[in-house]
């Protein structure tokens, strides 16, 4: 399920509801942005926890201190909001999932060349689904896209159409301090839209 749940500001003693929320939701993918409350031990948990139904990684990496502590925490995969060289490098080198922020055919280019494992179109506030087409036809078939920023259930389909593989999802699917049950209830209008717009008919 190529939907990345964005816990922003989720904590550690939280994280786990949230996060068996999502998984009874069918999500695989669960993403602790750095700049929510010790995310480092919530990854630690989640990592432990999750360990045979989720990959979970950090999101809001800008260094490389901070990818080899996401490394340390058992963290799997690395989402940033921009395109940095030596953070890139540093999640190459522990061997986790890389998945910088592009904008540009520059810049996505530039990720592609340097080995992104997916690019994270950031912020989707910016670019059309028009947008996302045209870059798609020009990058290789085989690079993955996901569209970040905004995105609801119902704005999920033009995406889809214009050649998005997934979505990472913020507010719209988790704000701090949520119950789980309210989780679930979102993760499940997402993934249930996804699939429908993903499975032949």
């Not at 028009?130 to 704005?155: C, D, E, S, Y």
């Not at 209008?189 to 993903?198: A, D, G, S, V, Y």
Request: glycine share 10%; aromatic share 4%; hydrophobic share 45%.
């Amino acid at each position: 399920m190529p939907l990345i749940a964005i816990l922003r500001g989720v904590r550690p003693d939280e994280a786990v509801g949230v996060a068996d929320a999502l998984v009874a939701a069918g999500f695989t993918l669960v993403e602790v942005p750095l700049n929510s409350p010790e995310p480092l031990k919530s990854i630690e948990i989640l990592a432990k926890h999750l360990a045979d139904d989720c990959i979970v990684g950090a999101g809001t990496v800008l260094t490389v201190e901070d990818v080899n502590s996401v490394t340390s925490a058992g963290g799997q995969f690395i989402v940033a909001p921009n395109l940095n060289r030596k953070v890139g490098d540093a999640a190459k080198e522990n061997g986790l999932t890389w998945c910088p922020g592009v904008l540009t055919p520059s810049e996505a280019f530039e990720a592609v060349d340097q080995g992104a494992d997916l690019l994270k179109i950031f912020p989707a506030e910016l670019v059309s689904p028009a947008g996302v087409a045209a870059l798609r036809a020009v990058l290789p078939p085989r690079v993955l896209i996901a569209v970040v920023g905004g995105i609801t259930p119902q704005g999920m389909e033009d995406y889809v159409a214009a050649g998005s593989n997934g979505f990472g999802l913020g507010s719209s699917l988790y704000k701090a301090g949520m119950s789980p049950s309210e989780v679930k209830e979102r993760a499940t209008r997402f993934t249930r839209e996804f699939n429908k717009l993903t499975t032949p008919s």
